[in-house]
Nanobody, 130 residues
Framework: QVRLVESGGGSVASGGSLRLSCAAE????????VGWARQTPGQEREWVAR???????TYSKSVQGRFTISQDKAKNLLYLDVNLVKPEDAATYTC????????????????????????WGQGTHVTVSS
């Protein structure tokens, strides 16, 4: 059974920083596409950062330059460093993982991340104080 558990949320002052962590059971992050998404009440969930199977990191425009996603493959942990926090960053942050699709193109193995990630945590809340 796969279980993702986030931690590190809480209250942070505007302009401050915090680190979110995600621990996994039953799945190895290094074998999956992984990422962080966030959601506020009444809004759709928004991807903020992802890592693909080539360790390429992508960020939403709203967090580019302020957030950093990383993973500790030895410890099977996923992180999101949230810096220069803005009031609009207040949300529930959830980590996710999805199995890639393997394919071979001209003899080279490639991995494509899924459009829908299968595994999600329960989320950790971040509030921003002015």
């Amino acid at each position: 059974q796969v279980r993702l558990v986030e931690s590190g949320g809480g209250s942070v002052a505007s302009g401050g920083s915090l680190r979110l962590s995600c621990a996994a059971e039953g799945i190895t992050f290094a074998e999956n596409c992984v990422g962080w998404a966030r959601q506020t009440p009444g809004q759709e969930r928004e991807w903020v950062a992802r890592i693909d199977m080539d360790d390429r990191m992508t960020y939403s425009k709203s967090v580019q330059g302020r957030f950093t996603i990383s993973q500790d493959k030895a410890k099977n942990l996923l992180y999101l460093d949230v810096n220069l926090v803005k009031p609009e960053d207040a949300a529930t942050y959830t980590c996710a993982a999805g199995r890639p699709t393997r394919f071979v193109d001209y003899g080279t193995v490639h991995y494509k991340c899924p459009r829908v990630y299968a595994y999600w945590g329960q989320g950790t809340h971040v509030t921003v104080s002015s």
